[in-house]
């Protein structure tokens, strides 16, 4: 968990605690690291000034203050004190040094089955306590476990209620994370111990296969998965699916209590070895190190281990390693001290959040009105460059004098750059939490996205970069090798001969999903590729030759631009539907790259703008609209995706313009542009739309109704 400064505003003390940092930050409020005159740490949340006047929502905090102290568990943080009357209510809880679950997963991947075992055993002995207190948890998810030395942590009470209460909610409302809440909460029915064990059920899931056992395209269908579908435990072990399953029945009724889970799952002897051996446990062992550092008396600290500039500059002029190396034992890494073996991604921070922007009010803007940017333009990026890659709290453009930068969503000012990268060999982000270029020597550069941070550095073969995951980044060699490497551990998962290396639009364009990796290049050549081993699980030809970028949606189908829009299946390619373009005539590209955004799919063609549903029985009429777009000639780059963001769509236009079209009712909302000649490149993150054209970039405001 990494720690942000204060901020002017924040409190300096809290009670006992002296505060040294934040956490994170939400709606309700602030969690702050702070330290007691012993020099404990603890997590200290505090509700927002401007809310404390809320009743509802100070009641609700006064009541998550409540809850934790009235469980007694090992196995959840223990409430260290509260002050909830006064202008500034808090709640100081112990300070667990540990990744959550769904961050676990995401860096290592899926636990193995004794882990799993030891993983159930210990929730369900909390959640036994829990319930023992008289309450219910209700919002019990991967992101509220922490996994700390002595074992799984249950944290946020936020939302818990007494086990005789009501939800909060009713039907229609999103009660707790969708996917994880049981279906008695979706459909706003009582909620009791049961549903803790469904939500534990899908959290267990979600660990043994790293995937969500309920998914769907949109909120929506994800919770009428829960209520109606069947749970996908198709990648977990088999040995689990049958003492998880019992977890996932739809009548509480049928669900294991908590004590029964533990006795099913009988964790063998030594199981608990995920979080006290291995990547995993050196992973807490590091947070726990930093958290002492952090906490220690100023007198106490030890000197800075910072590698010094000579020694930084040394290991950056000497070696460079082949990318491939079995086991990635051949990369050299920055902070490498000598004989240490220490992982070149151990101190890689969580992602940071995104910082969403306020929405524009149609109501309150003349039609045709353009709204003012949110900043720029910005004289910073090269010409005719990669399109902008927002990446949380940053976007990262080609920068004018070459390289890459970095620049702050917020208000657009530079936070990092990166002068030796390649930008032209593109860049990706993994996880949101690295940024990897190429250098001007074909090795790959990898960098914390927040911050701009080198983290590891390694290859110098690397001709394109395709796509990335939240563990790998998929390249083409200088030798027309296509490879997967992990970015963890710098490992080579996979390689093999690419077989359409490039496009009349230049390189190959790729997208990646649930285990496949998409990829569209020349004369039409589709591929999708099993991420695990490289090998090919389906493919067509005779697509598209302009090199549209292929799209992924959460539905598990792949969307692909070319001479129709057409739409297949990620993991078998079977052929769904597919639309073709107004006025394109045989041969002319037809559709750009698409565009998914929850039930639609939005492509350009080179006379109008299309939305359809991304399944067939999304097809109807109030669904499906073109938008033949203003001025005279065709579209100057239907390849550019449309950016989506709010309930608007971003097109390159007619005429030098970018048009933005209402995504609901495909009516015109307004038309802009920059100075300079040359293609618009467009990207959309956290309610902004970012256009770069001719040297310049701009953020944009939204609509959000």
């Not at 080609?398 to 702050?408: F, I, V």
């Not at 030796?420 to 690295?434: E, I, K, N, T």
């Amino acid at each position: 968990m990494t720690t942000q400064p204060l901020a002017t505003g924040d409190p300096l003390r809290l009670g006992p605690y002296r505060l040294l940092g934040v956490l994170g930050e939400g709606g309700m409020g602030k969690v702050y690291v702070g330290r007691d005159g012993d020099g404990a740490p603890a997590a200290v949340k505090v509700l927002r000034p401007e809310l404390a006047h809320d009743q509802h929502l100070a009641q609700r905090f006064v009541r998550e203050a409540d809850m934790a102290r009235a469980v007694t568990s090992g196995g959840v943080a223990r409430v260290l004190g509260a002050q909830t009357e006064g202008g500034r209510p808090w709640i100081a809880a112990e300070f667990l040094a540990g990744p959550t679950l769904d961050e676990a997963v995401r860096a290592y991947g899926p636990m193995d089955v004794p882990a799993v075992r030891a993983l159930a055993a210990h929730l369900a002995r909390t959640l036994h306590d829990i319930h023992a207190a008289g309450l219910v948890h209700r919002d019990l998810k991967p992101a509220n476990i922490v996994l700390t030395s002595t074992g799984p942590r249950i944290i946020d009470f936020g939302i818990a209620r007494p086990e005789h209460g009501l939800t909060l909610t009713t039907t229609g409302q999103i009660p707790v994370t969708p996917g994880y809440g049981a279906p008695e909460q979706v459909l706003g029915q009582r909620v009791g111990p049961a549903s803790d064990v469904f939500s534990l059920g899908a959290v267990l899931a979600y660990a043994a296969s790293g995937r969500r056992t309920f998914d769907g395209a949109h909120v929506s269908a994800v919770q009428y998965e829960v209520v109606h579908g069947t749970p996908d435990l198709s990648l977990v072990p088999p040995e689990l699916q049958e003492l998880i399953g019992p977890c996932l029945a739809k009548d509480p009724a049928y669900r294991p209590l908590p004590p029964q889970v533990a006795e099913a799952f009988a964790p063998p002897k030594g199981a608990d070895r995920a979080w006290r051996k291995g990547p995993l446990a050196e992973d807490i062992k590091r947070r726990e190190t930093a958290t002492k550092r952090l906490t220690a008396p100023a007198d106490t600290v030890a000197p800075s281990s910072s590698p010094s500039r000579r020694r930084f500059l040394t290991g950056a002029a000497v070696g460079v390693a082949v990318l491939g190396t079995a086991g990635g034992a051949g990369a050299w890494w920055l902070n490498r001290e000598k004989g240490q073996s220490k992982s070149p991604t151990a101190d890689v921070p969580p992602a940071v959040a995104t910082p969403e922007a306020a929405f524009v009010s149609a109501i309150d803007t003349q039609q045709g009105q353009v709204p003012k940017p949110l900043w720029g333009p910005l004289d910073v990026t090269a010409p005719g460059g990669e399109l902008p890659l927002p990446v949380r709290d940053v976007v990262i453009v080609q920068a004018k004098m070459g390289g890459l930068l970095a620049l702050s969503v917020k208000d657009g000012k530079e936070r990092w750059r990166a002068k030796d990268v390649d930008a032209d060999a593109g860049f990706v982000s993994v996880a949101d939490r690295l940024v990897v270029g190429v250098d001007k020597e074909g090795g790959l550069k990898a960098f914390v996205a927040s911050t701009g941070a080198p983290v590891w550095q390694t290859g110098s073969d690397v001709d394109d970069l395709l796509a990335a995951d939240d563990t790998h980044v998929y390249l083409v060699t200088k030798d027309n090798e296509l490879r997967a490497l992990n970015a963890w551990t710098l490992a080579t998962t996979w390689s093999r001969p690419m077989t359409s290396p490039r496009s009349h639009n230049g390189p190959a364009k790729a997208a990646v999903g649930r285990k496949r990796l998409v990829i569209h290049g020349r004369d039409g050549y589709v591929a999708a590729l099993y991420t695990e081993n490289g090998e090919t699980d389906w493919y067509i030809k005779g697509q598209g030759t302009d090199g549209q970028a292929p799209a992924v949606g959460e539905n598990n189908i792949a969307y692909l631009g070319g001479h129709s829009l057409m739409a297949r299946r990620l993991d078998r390619g079977d052929f769904l539907w597919e639309d073709e373009a107004l006025g394109a005539e045989p041969g002319e590209p037809g559709f750009g790259s698409p565009a998914v955004d929850g039930e639609h799919v939005i492509a350009v063609a080179e006379y109008g703008v299309y939305r359809l549903g991304t399944m067939p029985q999304f097809h109807s009429p109030d669904s499906k609209w073109s938008k033949i777009l203003d001025g005279f000639g065709r579209s100057a780059d239907p390849i550019t995706p449309p950016a989506v963001q709010g309930t608007t769509v971003w097109v390159h236009g007619l005429e030098d313009r970018v048009e933005v079209i209402h995504k609901v009712s495909g009516d015109l909302l307004f038309t802009t542009q920059m100075e300079g000649a040359g293609s618009y490149q467009l990207a959309g993150g956290g309610n902004r739309v970012f256009i770069s054209r001719a040297g310049q970039i701009a953020a944009m405001p939204v609509y959000g109704v």
